[in-house]
């Protein structure tokens, strides 16, 4: 088709007469000949035929080169490199099909008067490629533009390249503790704790405070709490590691100072994590806990932390379980011993396909996994694990953790309990329908003994 525009515009569809203006086919592409890159045959405006050459080395010329008969191009030739409308010569037009005449042009631009012709020949090859705008030897036409012209980018075209953007302020501050904390050698324990207790007694005291003073308590509160309830127990995952004098030391701290990762969102779409620290946490009941912990986060959101609160955590709590993360494993940060990651509460992969009384009738729990990253120089696997384990007892009711909850928020229930289910066969149906139907007659008449008066 470009071929075509160059014979006659007229005949190629006026779509593409500004797409072939400034279109410059690749040069370099060997002719029938033998000919390599840049051997490009090119007319000038008188006619001439002119050769376009890159910088190559140095080849003896073919010994069955024969000089052309006539010191003009074939109309073939011609056609195939007729000059732009803007005067400039077409530079890389596709060569020609016959041998014969791509010889001839070179022959005739190498002066075929010469009786040293293949030298001629040589020499062309092996000089350097002349600017725009130089006129061939021998030819007296403007010469075209080159294979370096033709490979260069469009007229207009701005190249793009990665933009680079400084980090200031928080991220860089990011950017600091997350190098520090590739020194930190850490092992990671994790553990798969049913969920079921910790939605029942959750909604139980929300359904509370919804009728009281208002307010919500979220999953992350609770497990923050057992988190800082299973501490009393194990206050060894609570310390940390430093260098006094050049030699190694284990830091005690004297309270525990919970980190609370806060992921804020950006009206720009970016997005920062922040890391402040609930202070004295062992000194605090729920009720206190969950006041400290709203605090934080509603500071977070108003840009209103100042640097008392990022100072001296001792322990942090990250929860991508929010945003569906099953499984994590954060970064400990230095002057830390532990970071715990809560993950999503779901349902095990093999039974999210199932309905809801199938789970039921099975009794298939959701779950939340808990990951413990610690730092392996301070705190062996053994005690991470049994840290867990403590966690995992409190959620499931032991120690007495959701009736302090129930005490501190001054909820008039008994909290949910753990029990296992009773398999019942299908002899004891008709036994189980009678127990129901006590169960229903003694809520029914006795109800009001829930209350804890």
């Keep these: ?31 029938p000949d033998g000919g390599g890159a840049g051997d490009s045959t090119v007319t000038g405006a008188g006619g001439s035929a002119a050769t ?25 030739a011609t056609a195939t490199t007729r000059p732009k409308p803007d005067g400039r010569a077409s530079a890389g037009a596709k060569p020609s099909a016959s ?15 010469s009786a040293d012709a ?128 050049g030699r190694p030391a284990l830091v005690r701290p004297e309270h525990v ?32 806990f969950w ?12 840009n209103e932390l100042t640097m008392e609160d990022y100072g001296g955590t001792t322990i942090s709590l990250t929860n991508p379980g929010g945003i569906g993360t099953v499984h994590s494993q954060p970064r400990l940060m230095v002057g830390q011993g532990t970071i715990i990651g809560v993950g999503a509460m779901e349902y095990p992969a093999p039974y999210q396909g199932m309905s809801e009384e199938t789970l039921a009738e099975l009794a298939v729990s959701k779950i939340i996994t808990l990951t413990s990253t610690y730092d392996h120089r301070i705190i062996q696997g053994a005690q991470s694990g049994e840290f867990l384990k403590t966690i995992h007892e409190l959620v499931l009711g032991g120690h007495g953790f959701y009736d302090q909850i129930f005490t501190s928020l001054r909820i008039p229930y008994e909290p949910v309990r753990w029990m296992r289910d009773v398999a019942v066969s299908s002899e004891g149906q008709i ?20 209350a804890d008066t």
């Design 118 to 245: 293949s030298k001629a020949a040589e020499t062309t090859k092996t000089a350097e490629t002349p600017k725009a705008g130089a006129t061939t030897k021998g030819t007296g036409a403007p010469k075209g533009t080159g294979t370096s012209k033709a490979a260069a980018a469009p007229d207009g075209a701005a190249a793009a390249g990665p933009q680079t953007t400084p980090l200031r302020g928080v991220a860089a501050r990011i950017v600091q503790n997350m190098d520090a904390s590739l020194a930190v050698p850490t092992a990671t324990s994790v553990r798969a704790i049913p969920a079921k207790l910790l939605v029942d007694n959750r909604i139980v005291i929300n359904n509370h405070l919804a009728r009281g003073r208002g307010g919500k308590v979220s999953f992350t509160h609770l497990i923050g709490w057992a988190l800082i309830k299973a501490l009393a127990e194990h206050p060894e995952m609570n310390n940390s590691f430093a260098e006094v004098d």
């Design 291 to 302: 006041q400290a912990y709203e605090d934080i986060v509603r500071r977070a959101r108003r």
């Design 1 to 31: 088709m470009y071929q075509r525009y160059l014979a006659d515009p007229a005949s190629v569809d006026p779509a593409w007469h500004d797409f072939f203006a400034d279109y410059r086919p690749n040069a370099g592409q060997a002719g």
């Design 52 to 76: 376009a050459e890159q910088p190559a080395p140095a080849r003896p010329a073919k010994a069955d080169a024969t000089p052309a008969r006539s010191g003009t191009p074939t109309p073939e």
């Design 99 to 113: 041998p014969k005449t791509t010889t001839a042009a070179k022959t005739t631009a190498a002066t075929p008067k």
């Design 431 to 450: 036994n189980k329908t009678a127990r129901v139907i006590e169960i229903v007659h003694a809520y029914r008449v006795r109800g009001h003994l829930m």
């Design 257 to 288: 100072n919970l980190g609370i990762a806060i992921d804020l969102a950006k009206p720009d779409g970016s997005r920062t994590l922040v890391v402040p620290s609930i202070k004295a946490g062992e000194q605090m009941d729920f009720r206190q």
